[in-house]
Nanobody, 122 residues
Framework: QVQLVESGGGLVQAGGSLRLSCAAS????????MAWFRQAPGKAREFVAA????????DYVDSVKGRFTISRDNAQNTGYLEMNSLKPEDTAVYYC???????????????WGQGTQVTVSS
């Protein structure tokens, strides 16, 4: 089993920045690819970004490219999502998730955190 705990969410004005963290415990964090998803009220859960287990490759949804950066520190069993130039449409609950190989499909991910709320005011 793997336990994931997200943190770093909050309320920020449009144009601001936040850094989300995903702390993992249990099985070896470094063995898994990691992704961030988000879910706004009344909408389906959406892929945001993913990173391979080694950190050598990343993938982003087009709407966050150039604004968000996914990274990880396997020595600290922690993943990150740096979010800059935030927009009101980025408002959602953000979740981190782990699976063996990188994927954009939320159905493929086995381990999930509880989520952290990000609210961007206009």
């Amino acid at each position: 089993q793997v336990q994931l705990v997200e943190s770093g969410g909050g309320l920020v004005q449009a144009g601001g920045s936040l850094r989300l963290s995903c702390a993992a415990s249990g099985r070896t964090f470094s063995a898994y690819a990691m992704a961030w998803f988000r879910q706004a009220p009344g909408k389906a859960r959406e892929f945001v970004a993913a990173i391979t287990s080694s950190g050598s490759s990343t993938d982003y949804v087009d709407s966050v490219k150039g604004r968000f950066t996914i990274s990880r520190d396997n020595a600290q069993n922690t993943g990150y999502l740096e979010m800059n130039s935030l927009k009101p449409e980025d408002t959602a609950v953000y979740y981190c998730a782990l699976r063996i190989a990188i994927s954009r499909s939320n159905h493929d991910y086995k381990y999930w955190g509880q989520g952290t709320q990000v609210t961007v005011s206009s």
